[in-house]
């Protein structure tokens, strides 16, 4: 099993960038799609981008579609999103999780906050 921690959140205003880390412990972190979700306050977790154990394939909610971009490297154990363009919409903690499709998989850690300001 992988045991996942996430990063890199912060305060940032409306149009900057952000990028989050998702680290992973464990040998078999190659094995695994890994996925971001984010809750916002007074709304349900909502998936917001998926990657492939291989990265070639990367999935993306619309409302992220264009800003956001999910990538890996496996020889760090890391998975990131690069976050540009945000909007006081993104506002929520963000958490990783190994996914089946669009599916968590996996326990959530204690995620990251990001804040846009506008």
């Known amino acids: 099993q992988v045991q996942l921690v996430e990063s890199g959140g912060g305060l940032v205003q409306a149009g900057g960038s952000l990028r989050l880390s998702c680290a992973a412990s464990g040998r078999t972190f190659s094995n695994y799609g890994i996925g971001w979700f984010r809750q916002a306050p007074d709304k349900e977790r909502e998936f917001v981008a998926g990657i492939t154990s291989s990265g070639r394939i990367r999935d993306y909610a619309d409302s992220v579609k264009g800003r956001f971009t999910i990538f890996r490297d496996n020889a760090k154990n890391t998975v990131f999103l690069q976050m540009n363009s945000l909007k006081p919409d993104d506002t929520a903690v963000y958490y990783c999780?190994?996914?089946?499709?669009?599916?968590?998989?996996?326990?959530w850690g204690q995620g990251t906050q990001v804040t846009v300001s506008s």
């Open positions: 999780s190994t996914i089946s499709g669009r599916t968590p998989a996996g326990s």
